[in-house]
């Protein structure tokens, strides 16, 4: 019996409609993350804005995203989730971090930039209120929110 065609006893969903339903969820995050580690890499070797201590974490979260969830598109592994979440939690948890020291929240003693750009520095801001570590805390909040639309969905 071909477990990709038929439903469960229960009525449940099959494999077949769990990967067309999480398929596009997992190419939405890799959009963003891709995007996410083209804007940074823009901003760094194009317009020369030097990246701080902070920045360069969430880089070391962001770009392997990009890999891993491309990876896990062709061919589709719903289980991809497994990897990317550890890495999207703990970028957001640093993006979090940096966010809340650049609008003073946290104190710049607390700041692992000692040497270089402060990292309570802004150098962009768009609109009046878009700065680099919100677009950081916005796009690894958007994929932790995906991949666990993908786990609620696949119950893996």
């Known amino acids: 019996m071909n477990t990709f065609a ?6 449940g969903v099959t494999a077949r409609n769990a990967n067309h339903t999480t398929w596009p969820l997992v190419f939405a995050a890799w959009l963003i993350a891709a995007a996410s580690t083209l804007g940074a890499l823009f901003l760094g070797e ?4 030097a990246p701080c201590v902070l920045c360069w974490y969430q880089r070391v979260f962001m770009f392997p995203l990009a890999l891993v969830l491309a990876v896990g598109l062709f061919p589709f592994d719903r289980t991809v989730m497994r990897y990317a979440l550890p890495l999207s939690i703990t970028g957001w948890l640093v993006a979090v971090y940096h966010l809340l020291l650049v609008q003073g929240v946290i104190p710049e003693t ?3 930039c000692r040497q270089g750009v402060p990292c309570s520095q802004v150098e962009v801001v768009w609109l009046g209120i878009v700065t680099i ?8 909040s958007a994929i932790n929110a995906l991949l666990f639309i ?4 696949t119950r893996l």
Do not use: D, E, H
């Not at 038929?6 to 009525?11: R, V």
């Not at 993908?150 to 969905?153: A, D, M, Q």
């Open 46 to 49: 194009v317009m020369g804005f």
């Open 133 to 140: 570590p919100l677009l950081s805390v916005l796009a690894f």
């Open 6 to 11: 038929t439903a469960n006893a229960q009525g």
């Open 110 to 112: 607390m700041t692992p």
């Open 150 to 153: 993908i786990y609620r969905k």
